[in-house]
């Protein structure tokens, strides 16, 4: 039976290291703050934001809440972040998308303060990250990178293979990957023989988007399955990317959704928050 990645208990730790770090830098009389702006109100957007609220406040991070109405206009929130990049009392910014259809998304992200940027979009961000400079990496796969090495596997020298290569998840994986001296290969839609490249993963990351598509027959015998997907299915519960009952005995460890990755994304954002304190305080 393969091994139990526990995202829940990984996230916990994470989360208690900030809070333990933020307690710390009160004494010292510096407090953090993140900034989380909403636009309309999508009730899944309203789920995540109100769980990033309930992050902060456990691990003593202010949260300054901007909940703004469906008719914002891009100039609007433009200003407002404009505002929050000035602000010395807010140390993170944070976006949550899908913005509305009349809001050039792009445009949104591109204006936080490559300082504020917690989310790790920013190009800046994204630039510093490929060429190994210090910066905020987006916080899935930093949190795919921290339930690895947590669960005592090595990245060195493994073949790492990454299904996905979205801005916010696959490109940066591969990168973060890379960085931590694995052979990487990214695949995609395009690529010929998919099964023929993930069979030779040591450590296979799938961030697909297809509810359930990675069966036994694309895992290799002992590989280690990390599972960023997250879907309901017909009977309203959660699964991955990853058909679980099929790879699962073949892998030495692997990720269950919910309580794999899915934790993990949130316990990052609050990392990052705390990095944001630290570059902006010099502490
Ligand atoms: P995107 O839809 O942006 O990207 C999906 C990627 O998968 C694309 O690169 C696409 O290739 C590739 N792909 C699609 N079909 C195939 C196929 N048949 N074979 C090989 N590759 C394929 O998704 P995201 O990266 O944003 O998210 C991926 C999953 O992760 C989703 O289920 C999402 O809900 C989940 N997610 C979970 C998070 C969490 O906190 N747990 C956070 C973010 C995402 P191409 O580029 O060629 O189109």
Do not use: W
């Given at each position: 039976?393969?091994?139990?990645?526990?995202?829940?208990?990984?996230?916990?730790?994470?989360?208690?290291?900030?809070?333990?770090?933020?307690?710390k830098l009160k004494e010292k009389g510096i407090k953090v703050s993140l900034a989380v702006i909403q636009v309309g109100n999508d009730p899944a957007s309203s789920v995540y934001v109100r769980n990033k609220?309930?992050?902060?406040?456990?691990?003593?991070?202010?949260?300054?809440?901007?909940?703004?109405?469906?008719?914002?206009?891009?100039?609007?929130?433009?200003?407002?972040?404009?505002?929050?990049?000035?602000?010395?009392?807010?140390?993170?910014?944070?976006?949550?998308?899908?913005?509305?259809?009349?809001?050039?998304?792009?445009?949104?992200?591109?204006?936080?303060?490559?300082?504020?940027?917690?989310?790790?979009?920013?190009?800046?961000?994204?630039?510093?990250?490929?060429?190994?400079?210090?910066?905020?990496?987006?916080?899935?796969?930093?949190?795919?990178?921290?339930?690895?090495?947590?669960?005592?596997?090595?990245?060195?020298?493994?073949?790492?293979?990454?299904?996905?290569?979205?801005?916010?998840?696959?490109?940066?994986?591969?990168?973060?990957?890379?960085?931590?001296?694995?052979?990487?290969?990214?695949?995609?839609?395009?690529?010929?023989?998919?099964?023929?490249?993930?069979?030779?993963?040591?450590?296979?990351?799938?961030?697909?988007?297809?509810?359930?598509?990675?069966?036994?027959?694309?895992?290799?015998?002992?590989?280690?399955?990390?599972?960023?997907?997250?879907?309901?299915?017909?009977?309203?519960?959660?699964?991955?990317?990853?058909?679980?009952?099929?790879?699962?005995?073949?892998?030495?460890?692997?990720?269950?959704?919910?309580?794999?990755?899915?934790?993990?994304?949130?316990?990052?954002?609050?990392?990052?928050?705390?990095?944001?304190?630290?570059?902006?305080?010099?502490?």
């Amino acid at each position: 039976m393969a091994k139990l990645i526990d995202g829940k208990t990984i996230s916990t730790q994470i989360k208690d290291e900030v809070k333990a770090e933020t307690e710390k830098l009160k004494e010292k009389g510096i407090k953090v703050s993140l900034a989380v702006i909403q636009v309309g109100n999508d009730p899944a957007s309203s789920v995540y934001v109100r769980n990033k609220k309930k992050a902060c406040e456990y691990c003593g991070i202010e949260s300054l809440s901007y909940e703004l109405p469906e008719s914002t206009t891009e100039e609007e929130l433009l200003k407002l972040i404009r505002d929050l990049n000035d602000n010395p009392e807010c140390n993170g910014i944070l976006v949550q998308l899908p913005l509305p259809k009349s809001i050039n998304e792009e445009k949104i992200l591109d204006e936080i303060s490559p300082l504020k940027d917690v989310d790790g979009f920013h190009p800046v961000n994204v630039g510093a990250l490929s060429i190994g400079k210090p910066g905020f990496v987006s916080c899935t796969p930093a949190g795919v990178i921290e339930l690895i090495k947590r669960s005592g596997y090595s990245i060195e020298g493994k073949e790492c293979v990454v299904i996905g290569r979205s801005n916010i998840v696959g490109k940066p994986m591969a990168m973060l990957l890379l960085r931590e001296n694995g052979t990487v290969t990214v695949t995609h839609s395009r690529t010929k023989d998919l099964k023929e490249v993930t069979k030779r993963a040591d450590i296979l990351v799938v961030a697909i988007g297809k509810p359930k598509m990675i069966d036994a027959s694309y895992v290799k015998e002992g590989a280690v399955v990390i599972d960023v997907g997250i879907h309901r299915n017909e009977d309203n519960k959660l699964c991955g990317d990853v058909d679980f009952e099929s790879a699962e005995p073949h892998c030495s460890a692997i990720t269950p959704v919910p309580g794999g990755v899915g934790p993990m994304t949130i316990a990052m954002l609050m990392k990052n928050c705390l990095e944001s304190v630290k570059l902006q305080n010099r502490v």
